[in-house]
């Protein structure tokens, strides 16, 4: 057997706000690369309606229908490690808070949640910079802490070698070190246009994607490559006809 394990991380799918067409390539893709690991970088959920300075028409969107978007999509990709995002930490924040009924509707949702993570025997990370880190050998897996135009060399300056999420942008940085200090942002699945972005020149940088690729279970050394959509298609080397 092979020493060298393949290995998909997806992130940010957002719950009912993921894109369609995007998911669809992601699965296609994943049956035809049959990884060895999987990675949910976080932000499964979307939860606009739990953010803070949500609108009242935010408050209104349903947490239910959000949440069953994700777990039906958490149920297909079957992840073995799962990194909490900053969105889901707000169902998490709900579950902890002491607002009544709708505290105790929190504690449900996450104990469905986190019940489904134990039947698939799926490693749940906290939206933490110091312990929400998923290892694959020598490559750290995370949700992300910083984002915008310097987001992975932040990130490369921190965590060094690693692969991740949250900025919905797709980012490669490289800095100087004696190991690899490289940072990578992956993409996203879900809307480019979302509701709450829709004045952002930032998410102009936000593209469709994932990361793939392959990590040696015994030296820990990996090779990482980048799916992302280009003209509304996911163009991998074997569709190429030159």
């Not at 997806?10 to 049956?31: I, P, Y």
């Not at 995002?85 to 505290?103: V, Y």
């Not at 480019?192 to 940088?205: H, Q, T, W």
Request: positive net charge; glycine residues 10%; contains cysteine.
């Amino acid at each position: 057997m092979s020493n060298w394990k393949r290995f998909l991380f997806a992130s940010d799918v957002h719950g009912s706000e993921q894109d369609v067409k995007a998911n669809k390539a992601l699965f296609t893709f994943l049956g035809d690369y049959r990884p060895d690991i999987r990675v949910m970088g976080g932000d499964l959920f979307d939860f606009a309606a739990l953010r803070k300075k949500a609108s009242e028409e935010e408050r209104r969107i349903s947490i239910k229908e959000d949440f069953e978007a994700g777990r039906e999509w958490f149920g297909q990709f079957k992840p073995g490690h799962m990194l909490e995002g900053n969105h889901d930490k707000r169902l998490r924040l709900l579950a902890e808070e002491n607002r009544g009924p709708i505290s105790d509707y929190g504690k449900v949702l996450q104990g469905t949640f986190l019940e489904d993570c134990r039947k698939l025997k799926c490693a749940w990370y906290p939206y933490d910079k110091r312990h929400g880190i998923a290892r694959i050998g020598n490559l750290k897996c995370l949700h992300g802490y910083a984002h915008g135009i310097g987001a992975a060399r932040k990130m490369a300056q921190i965590y060094g070698a690693c692969i991740f999420g949250h900025g919905h942008a797709v980012q490669f940085s490289s800095i100087e070190g004696l190991e690899d200090r490289t940072a990578r942002m992956a993409g996203c699945l879900c809307k480019l246009d979302l509701p709450y972005v829709e004045a952002s020149l930032g998410s102009l940088m936000w593209r469709h994607g994932w990361i793939f690729g392959v990590v040696h279970d015994k030296t820990g050394n990996y090779m990482c490559w980048q799916a992302e959509e280009i003209e509304g298609k996911f163009i991998f080397p074997k569709d190429v006809n030159v």
